[in-house]
């Protein structure tokens, strides 16, 4: 009887260690297994956390969300979703990986509230509103340098997980988003040109 008790546990001690839907699930649940990991992620986190609340308070506001809108912003939501869900299931490529993108968050950062800084209290423009205009052109600070410094941003910081980790799923949703951007900055300059005439028309021929 003992025997056979000490056989069934063994059986059922193999089956635990050889399955591998129980094991995924504590490693996710557990989440980052390194130190970079849980930086990288916090890193990941305070992004997100910049960019909701200055999108919030330092950007213009839809009167009248267009459908394009809506499905844009449902959009972000979902490939936030993944990249949460990314960052904490799978490890760094490596350390070096690893620090370049917490370095891509960082820069991200820095760049969105420079912008928010160069506006001066001028509500900037968001992607795909297209009801709304700023009151007056905004050329000074990091717009000096850059045409649309707040869609870089975005590129370094959906990008940052893609290098981190060299994710594929990861680097498609980015590369979805970005695409996105890039449709929503033309929009963006054929507004901003019609409100402001010849002087944004100057400005762009001056700035990438």
Same mark, same amino acid.
């Given at each position: 009887?003992?025997?056979?008790?000490?056989?069934?546990?063994?059986?059922?001690?193999?089956?635990? =260690?050889?399955?591998?839907?129980?094991?995924?699930?504590?490693?996710?649940?557990?989440?980052?297994? #390194?130190?970079?990991?849980?930086?990288?992620?916090a890193?990941?986190v305070?992004?997100?956390?910049v960019?909701?609340?200055?999108? %919030?308070?330092?950007?213009? %506001?839809?009167?009248?969300?267009?459908?394009?809108?809506?499905?844009? %912003?449902?959009?972000?939501?979902? =490939?936030? /979703?993944?990249?949460a869900?990314?960052?904490?299931?799978?490890?760094?490529?490596? &350390?070096?990986?690893?620090? =370049?993108?917490?370095?891509?968050?960082?820069?991200?950062?820095?760049?969105?509230?420079?912008?928010?800084?160069?506006?001066?209290? #001028? &509500?900037? &423009?968001?992607?795909?509103?297209?009801?709304?205009?700023?009151?007056?052109?905004? *050329?000074?600070?990091?717009?000096?340098? =850059?045409?649309? &410094?707040?869609?870089?941003?975005?590129?370094?910081?959906?990008?940052?997980?893609?290098?981190?980790?060299?994710?594929? *799923?990861? *680097?498609?949703? /980015?590369?979805?988003?970005?695409?996105?951007?890039?449709?929503?900055?033309?929009?963006?300059?054929?507004?901003?040109?019609?409100?402001?005439? %010849?002087?944004?028309?100057?400005?762009?021929? #001056?700035?990438?």
């Amino acid at each position: 009887m003992r025997r056979l008790l000490r056989i069934n546990l063994l059986q059922i001690g193999r089956r635990a =260690v050889s399955s591998p839907p129980i094991l995924s699930t504590v490693s996710f649940v557990s989440g980052p297994s #390194t130190l970079l990991g849980w930086l990288l992620l916090a890193s990941a986190v305070a992004a997100t956390g910049v960019y909701v609340v200055g999108l %919030q308070k330092f950007f213009l %506001q839809s009167h009248s969300p267009s459908r394009h809108l809506v499905l844009f %912003q449902e959009m972000n939501v979902a =490939v936030a /979703a993944i990249h949460a869900v990314g960052l904490v299931s799978r490890a760094p490529a490596g &350390p070096v990986w690893a620090g =370049v993108g917490v370095g891509m968050y960082i820069l991200g950062i820095v760049l969105f509230l420079a912008a928010i800084e160069a506006a001066r209290g #001028t &509500p900037l &423009p968001r992607a795909f509103v297209l009801d709304r205009h700023p009151d007056r052109l905004i *050329t000074g600070g990091v717009f000096r340098v =850059v045409r649309h &410094p707040v869609y870089l941003s975005y590129l370094l910081a959906w990008f940052a997980g893609p290098v981190a980790t060299h994710s594929p *799923t990861l *680097t498609g949703s /980015a590369a979805a988003l970005v695409a996105c951007y890039a449709v929503a900055a033309a929009r963006e300059d054929r507004a901003l040109a019609w409100r402001f005439g %010849q002087a944004y028309d100057v400005y762009r021929g #001056t700035r990438r």
